[in-house]
Nanobody, 123 residues
């Protein structure tokens, strides 16, 4: 069974930076698309950063230019580097592995999920 464990969340002030990590069991990121889906209180989970098996990536407009998704295949770890954080970035951040290897922004095409890591940004 695939397991994914996020870390790196925390509390920062507006303008600060964080790097989230997601370590997966096995080598799933060698064969699947991966993504980060934050969920703010009272809101639905929405993807913000996506990376395909071969490395092409996409970002939701709100984080574009402020965030970078990457992965280390040897460490089976997915990253999300976030900078210029704003209070609106406050959310539980989940990493996800897709059903397939191609780049996809659709939540229903992600099959495996971690437990989340909390990011809180104060003004």
């Amino acid at each position: 069974q695939v397991q994914m464990l996020e870390s790196g969340g925390g509390s920062v002030q507006a303008g600060g930076s964080l790097r989230l990590s997601c370590k997966s069991s096995g080598h799933i990121m060698n064969s699947r698309a991966m993504a980060w889906f934050p969920q703010a209180p009272g809101s639905e989970r929405e993807g913000v950063a996506f990376i395909a098996m071969i490395g092409d990536h996409a970002y939701e407009d709100f984080v574009k230019g402020r965030s970078t998704i990457s992965k280390d295949r040897a460490k089976n770890t997915l990253y999300l580097q976030m900078s210029s954080l704003q209070p609106e970035d406050t959310a539980m951040y989940y990493c996800a592995a897709g059903l397939d290897y191609g780049l996809t922004l659709r939540e229903n095409e992600y099959a495996y999920w971690g437990q989340g890591t909390q990011v809180t940004v104060s003004s």
